[in-house]
C-alpha cells in the first residue's frame, strides 16, 4: 500500500525506481531484456514497495487464464477429493491452477458457479454436473468456455468427458454375491436423478438375470444424499423389512459405511448375518471395523484425465481438437464384508 492507503502499481514502482513502465515490465515478463544491474535496482524497489502484480489484468491482456475450475457434487465424499488431486496435479505440471467448488448436489448452487467461472474467464471447467436437465451447462455453453464432464458421460459431441462404466460397476457387485450364494438382495440407492446411481442399478439387475433370479430378488432402498447418515437411515429401513434380504448391495461407500454402522447397533453380524459391498472403494473403505468391499473407481486416474483433456482442447494449437469420451473400467475390491456364505 503507498502511504494514503492506495495499492501499489505498476506506474509506482517506476517512479521510485527512476525508470519507464515499460522498463519494470520487462522486468516482470522478460528479465534477459534487461541489463543485470537495472533489473536488481527494479526488483528491489518492487520488494521494499510490496509491489503484487495484477494476475487478472496480465490474463485479460494476455486473453489467457491460468485458473482451472472444478465443480463437483460433494466435497464431503472422498472420491471428488481424490479426483481433485488428480486434476491438480496435471494442472500444476501445466502452469496453472485449480478452483475448487462444491455444488452440493444443488442445480442452483451448479449454475451460481458456473456463473462465476464465467465472469472470472477461467481456462475452463471439469464438472460432475448436479442438473440432470442439461439447462445448466445449455446456458453455460454461449460463454465460449470449454469443459469436460467427470464421473458422467457427455451426450453427442458437446464435450469432452471421462467416466466410468457404472453398469459394468453394478454388476460386478451384484455378480460377486450370487456367485457367494445370495439369493435375496437389497440395493441402497442413491439420488434418483444422478446417472450414476441409475447405471449402478441396470448392471445390478443385469447381473441378476446372469444369475436365473428376478428383478424382485432385488429389493430397493432410496436414499435422499450419498452420506453417512442417509446410510444410516436405510440401514434401518432395512433391518425392519419383513423378508430381510441376506446382502446389500450400495451405491457408494458412505452409504454402506452407514449401513455398516446401523447393523452392528442392532447386533446383526458382517458378512455372518449380511454381507455389504459398496462402490468408489475410498480409504475409508478398507479401514472400516469391518473392511468393506468395494467396486473401485480410478478417482485420480479421472481427475488427472479430465484436466489433460481440458489442456489439450484449450490448448493454442488445438484448432482441429475432437472431443474425447474416456469409459474406464472399475474393479472389484473383495474384503471381508461380504465373505462367501459357502
Known amino acids: 500500500m503507498t502511504s494514503n492507503g492506495r495499492t501499489v502499481g505498476i506506474k509506482d514502482v517506476a517512479r521510485e525506481a527512476g525508470v519507464s513502465v515499460g522498463t519494470v515490465s520487462n522486468v516482470l515478463n522478460q528479465p534477459e531484456r534487461v541489463s543485470e544491474r537495472t533489473r536488481s535496482h527494479v526488483e528491489g524497489v518492487i520488494s521494499r514497495l510490496g509491489y503484487v502484480r495484477s494476475e487478472s489484468a496480465r490474463q485479460l491482456r494476455a486473453g489467457r487464464s491460468r485458473i482451472m475450475a472444478l465443480l463437483v457434487l460433494d466435497m464431503a465424499n472422498p472420491f471428488f477429493v481424490d479426483v481433485a488431486r488428480g486434476a491438480e496435479r496435471t494442472a500444476r505440471a501445466a502452469g496453472l491452477g485449480v478452483m475448487l467448488c462444491n455444488s452440493a448436489q444443488s442445480p442452483q448452487e451448479e449454475a451460481d458457479y458456473l456463473a462465476l467461472f464465467a465472469e472470472q474467464r477461467v481456462r475452463g471447467v471439469l464438472i460432475t454436473p448436479a442438473d440432470p436437465s442439461g439447462r445448466n451447462l445449455a446456458e453455460f455453453r454461449r460463454h465460449d468456455i470449454p469443459f469436460v464432464l467427470v464421473d458422467r458421460v457427455a451426450g453427442g459431441q458437446e464435450g469432452c468427458s471421462v467416466s466410468v462404466d457404472d453398469v459394468a460397476g453394478g454388476a460386478l457387485a451384484i455378480r460377486h454375491l450370487t456367485a457367494a450364494g445370495h439369493r435375496s438382495l437389497a ?104 473392511p468393506l468391499t468395494s467396486v473401485r473407481q480410478p478417482a485420480l486416474t479421472m481427475g488427472a484425465m479430465a484436466a489433460d483433456l481440458l489442456l489439450q482442447e484449450t490448448d493454442t494449437q488445438a484448432e482441429d481438437h475432437e472431443h474425447q469420451h474416456v469409459i474406464l473400467q472399475p474393479e472389484l475390491v473383495v474384503r471381508h464384508s461380504s465373505l462367501s456364505r459357502r
Open 187 to 290: 440395493y441402497i440407492s442413491g439420488p434418483e436423478q444422478l446417472k450414476q446411481v441409475q447405471d449402478r442399478r441396470e448392471g445390478a439387475l443385469a447381473a441378476l438375470a446372469e444369475a436365473d433370479l428376478p428383478p424382485s430378488a432385488l429389493q430397493e432402498i432410496p436414499a435422499e444424499r450419498l452420506d453417512v447418515a442417509a446410510g444410516r437411515d436405510a440401514g434401518a429401513r432395512l433391518l425392519g423389512l419383513a423378508a430381510r434380504p441376506t446382502a446389500v448391495f450400495c451405491a457408494n461407500d458412505l452409504l454402506a459405511l452407514g449401513v455398516l454402522q446401523a447393523l452392528y447397533s442392532a447386533g446383526v453380524g458382517v458378512p455372518d448375518d449380511m454381507a455389504i459391498v459398496g462402490y468408489d472403494d475410498i480409504e475409508f473403505a478398507a479401514a472400516a471395523t469391518v
